[in-house]
């Protein structure tokens, strides 16, 4: 063990001394009493770290970000958002640091080189998932002076709605970018020339109106040079238009639908918002294009039948989700190995968002749950998928089996032939709260009067519940149709919540 310690504190002395060598006179070249060698020790730096993160990390280490943040200028601003562009530890010294509230305070700056400077800065640090966003709130004052400086440059549209984008989290931050006119400056920007403050503006609309019904109803109304807003999204999602383009404005009438600001039955959602996310679907959509696809598409027609069954005979969209659980194959076309290592790693995201679209379509229309049981291998699927490790893709796994399992015929059918109950049961140990609601649900589907075998189930499944009420801060989850045919009486904790769901 001692020579394992004298090992690695030779190994850490020997990095220091390195550290030291290599990069400390870039730093000290910032003490330098002649402003000129300071600024061209400034620039010296810059060169030194793009593309060099071991550099980038020696020169956080050695001090390097407090000195050019006393310094600030264009240059000292240039060169942390350089840093920033390392990795997430970098992000995370440069916010210990305090450089948000100093680059916001360079904003008041008159320089439109220097402001931008500071805002590109403040992008990277900000997309960053380390990054509180909270961090952009805590000064009033901000968020108006970023509006004030939008309309200064492209550059200034660009990285203002990305921070805005990245940074709006919750209810209570749209409601912050809302009342200081956010609708108001974005709106023109679906019209610049750029086609990435056109792109920017996009993704800030839709981060805005997701489920909030204020931003929803006055983005309806919104005229961008003489045309509503509405009829500017739906001419996004024409095909000559680039993917990421027409996803984003679906996604933006999806959400101004689903708040009710638009019909259901609006031609605008049924010929061109559904159909662009049927398109988003296909096999020759990269893997996180389809995932969003899915999984907006399923959002948009969750409550509504009609939308169900106009999907469902779309692009043979049944058929078409069975080749998320096939990629990538063993005979992909892929060959970029970056990109068929990032697909490999992430192909659960495509089982899950296509058990969500399944589940989405299967929620009134008995045609479609038989058109999706009888889709090739799907009952195994569903079962495999309430085993994966992803407890995303197991959740929703058992949405699309609880979706399933309100049709009698598939209960007495394919949830028979493939004894789905015992999967769910192990489903049910150690689960986190929403899949154990989840799943309970669809027990108590399957243990209705007309559901076959249910004696076969009935002990263990009585277990279980009679276990949910055994401490005193279990969760005891209910359903009128089990209790009505199980449970004469219940005993619960002190701590105990009932909660009753529909069966």
Known sequence: MRR?????????????QEVTATSRHYVDRLFHPDPQKVLQGVIDMKNAVI????????????GAVPRLLYLLQTECAVVLGSLAMGTENNIKSLVDCHIIPALLQGLVCPDLI???????????VFISPVTPVQLLYTDPTVIPHLMSLMSRSPRTQDYITQIFSHCCKSPEHQTVLFNHGAIQNIAPMLISPSYKVRMQALKCFSVLAYENTQVSMTLVNVLVDGELLSQVFVRMMQRDRPIEMQLTAAKCLTYMCRAGAIRTDDRCIVLK????????????????????GAESLAYLMEPDVELQRIASVTDHLVAMLADYFKYPSSVSTITDIKRLDHDLKHAHELRQAAFKLYASLGSNDEDIRKKITETENMMDRIVSGLSESSIKVRLAAVRCLHSLSRSVQQLRTSFHDHAVW????KLLQNAPDEVLV??????????????PSKEVRRAAIRHYYCSLVAGSNTTLLLFPS??????CYLVAGSNTTLLLFPS
């Open 482 to 487: 089990a209790i009505q045919h199980y449970y």
């Open 422 to 425: 015992k999967p769910l049961m």
């Open 4 to 16: 394992e310690a004298s090992a690695d504190s030779l190994l850490f002395s020997l990095t220091m």
């Open 114 to 124: 220097f402001i931008e400077a500071c805002l590109r800065c403040l992008r990277t």
């Open 51 to 62: 593309g060099n993160n071991k550099q980038k990390a020696n020169l956080i280490v050695l």
């Open 438 to 451: 989840m799943a309970s649900s669809t027990l108590c589907n399957l243990l209705l009067e007309f559901s």
């Open 273 to 292: 918002t559904l159909p662009c996310l049927v398109r988003m679907c296909s096999k020759e959509r990269l893997l996180e294009e389809r995932v969003e």
